[in-house]
């Protein structure tokens, strides 16, 4: 596991891991679009993504609060939101006569998309950590 500078740098790194996931998830898809009854999959990272902000930032804006009107009452129990991100079929193409379901131009625009946020992230995680190593570098020559 790796020091994280910031609450922030610490959401892109999971960030980076669900896209590293769907990424891989999207591969598959494309490997398999000659297989006969095959369905292509995708990943649902979105509410993962979100809790896991609510968790770093201690976010709990959004949630509800049990009124307690005797005290005998049982205490509320915090519920923990699923961390993990949700598989799926990704229906709605045209099945061939094979039963296979992988459409290649959308497999490889959805790859082309994540591709481009995982990059994103990349570039912010770099910046993210040059705007502290310029702090520490600035820090060093004051002394």
Not at 27 to 47: C, G, H, L, Q, V
């Amino acid at each position: 596991m790796s020091v994280q500078i910031s609450r922030a740098a610490a959401l892109a790194s999971a960030a980076l891991d669900y896209r590293a996931a769907r990424q891989d998830m999207i591969a598959s898809n494309i490997a398999n679009a000659d297989t006969p009854y095959y369905r292509p999959r995708d990943i649902r990272f979105e509410e993962a993504l979100a809790a896991k902000r609510a968790e770093i930032f201690h976010d709990k804006s959004h949630t509800l609060k049990m009124a307690q009107t005797n005290k005998h009452h049982l205490q509320p129990q915090e519920e923990k939101a699923s961390l993990k991100p949700t598989t799926f079929f990704r229906d709605g193409h045209m099945a061939r006569n094979d039963g296979n379901s992988v459409d290649i131009d959308v497999e490889t625009t959805e790859m082309s998309k994540n591709s481009i946020m995982f990059k994103a992230l990349v570039a912010a995680k770099k910046k993210d950590g040059a705007i502290f190593r310029s702090v520490i570098d600035a820090s060093q020559k004051i002394n």
